[in-house]
């Protein structure tokens, strides 16, 4: 660390990658996140893996020192403070301190944004002109995304994998989905061998097994090919203080285990007067649409080079809370609504093409929309969307 930190010192003026600060006592805490966001976007464009803002040093490369949080928990403490305001609670790889002859200097690892994800800061996108801090133009930001355009991470092919690394159940429930979807096929489909099928059904490529198939149909044992991405819903029950109450983990084949994360979901009846009448209208408390249709599109819109899981939060008060990771690529669910139409690209095309033609999904764009309206006829609470750390 003291060969980084002489050779940032060595730097003839800041760039776009570098930033110092005196911070002799303290340091303004939006700034520094505003300055987390420009440099790690900035790392990304420049190709670089990280950033460094520096603590302790004057903008003429003199050392001052700081005494910004002396307490080691303190400033470690800082890297969640950071995650909680930035896209996918991304923070420092790591703070270093660094004991230099004229002072205490505090080096700041910022890792670069993950390709195809600007970093934004308390819902804003920061970038640099040369020294300066500045909003990220819109040019940049649009170069970040488009680096993701040209692959699909769902579409990639396995040569090492077969079709003997697929779930035997799953195929068989796979067939029956295609069925229902396709039934002007069904006559001609029963005949076609499990390669076919699986080809047929936009599950390989040419007879190579992709990263969609293993997600979909592997077996629990495969799930290693999709490393290190993780293939596991994780179900959660909270009672009414938010306290865990029960849990179970769920991996490939996701074709089967939707279903077994749904049977998890306590299937309680809700009764509510209708206006003009004494007898009580009896529903189920969650409408199987709704549950399905969240959990099948977290699958299919997930980020799955962030490595995060999809999360499904039961609470015993009467609310499902689903979670995947990952930027909302249209933007807001208002958009959604009022378009009423298919999302113009997406980030796993190969998995959602898959997932349409089992029977999971639709890509005509209503099913966010179709959400509000059941929920509306049922006179229950209509979705909520949190897309902060989208």
Known sequence: MNEILNNLLSLHSESEIAEFKEARNSFDFNKLGKYFSALSNEANLKKLKCAWLVFGVKDNRTVVGSQFRTNLQDLQSLKKEIADKTTSRLTFVDIHEIEHPDGRVLLFEIPAAPQGLPIAWDGHYYGRDGESLGPLNLEEIERIRRQNRASDWSAVTLPSASITDLEPAAIEQARENFFQKNPKLVQEAKQWDIATFLNKAKLTINGQITRAAI???????????LNPASATITWILKDRDGLERDYQHFGCPLLLGVDEVFHKIRPL???????????????????????????????????????????????????????NVGQFIPGSVESVIQTDAPESRYRNRFLTDAMVNLNMIDTIGSGIRKMFLIQKKRFFPLPEYDLKNS
Do not use: W
């Not at 809700?270 to 599109?297: C, H, S, W």
């Open 215 to 225: 997600l979909l149909l592997g077996k629990a044992e495969s799930s290693h090919f």
């Open 269 to 323: 009846k809700y009764r509510y007067m209708k206006e003009g009448t004494l007898f009580p209208e009896e529903v189920e408390q969650y409408d199987p649409y709704i549950i399905r249709e969240a959990l099948n599109n977290a699958i299919a819109h997930q980020d799955y080079e962030l490595g995060g899981k999809i999360t499904l939060v039961e609470f015993e008060d009467g609310r499902l809370c689903f979670s």
